[in-house]
Every structure is written in C-alpha cells, then in structure tokens.
C-alpha cells in the first residue's frame, strides 16, 4: 500500500524542539523528492522544506531557515524535520507529501507552540 504516515508532532514551549518523521511505504523512497508542508488555523498550506532523493539538496522557506533541518534516511523510508527554536507562529499540522503518479499526502501530524 502506498501511504506516509508521520508521527512526532506535540505541544512544545517557545524555545523548544520537536522531530517529526514520515516512514513511506510502497514506493521506492530513495527516488523521490520529498517535502513537509504545513497548514496553521485559517491559513493556506504552506510549503515548509524538500529534499532531493540522495539526501544532498535541500530548499527551506525564510520563515524556518537555520531553525528547521530536513533529512531522510533511504534505508529506512523515512523522511524527518528536525525543528529547533520553534515559536508560537510554527503552531499547524504537518505534512510529508510526494507525487507518486499522483499527489500523496500524510495524515499530518499536530505542533502546538504554547506557553
């Protein structure tokens, strides 16, 4: 079956860090660009970071640049976004998403920053 399922998400303080995974299953991982998405309340989904296949490109939107670091291990299907510093405004839902003939979103997975 072909799916993403992420897992990490959490209520962390301002100031703290969180890491999100995605493991992919029923496609070959390796090849494929990999990206976290984010929706906060009332907003629009927001590209948040991709990854090439090998692991050795990488893009960030402004707002997570020097704070978040995506990575991926191909042995392990999985997809990660570490997030240090995070600030009330990184509160949304989490995606991992790929296009594998079409597009193919997680479930998400829930950051609240909150003090």
């Known amino acids: 079956q072909v799916q993403l399922v992420e897992s990490g998400g959490g209520l962390v303080q301002p100031g703290g860090s969180l890491r999100l995974s995605c493991v992919a299953s029923g496609f070959t991982f390796s090849t494929y660009l990999m990206y976290w998405y984010r929706q906060a309340p009332g907003k629009e989904r927001e590209l948040v970071a991709r990854i090439s296949g090998t692991g050795g490109s990488t893009y960030y939107t402004d707002s997570v640049k020097e704070r978040f670091t995506i990575s991926r291990d191909n042995a392990k299907n999985t997809l990660y976004l570490q997030m240090n510093s995070l600030k009330p405004e990184d509160t949304a839902v989490y995606y991992c998403?790929?296009?594998?003939?079409?597009?193919?979103w997680g479930q998400g997975t829930q950051v609240t920053v909150s003090s």
């Open positions: 998403y790929t296009v594998h003939f079409r597009p193919l």
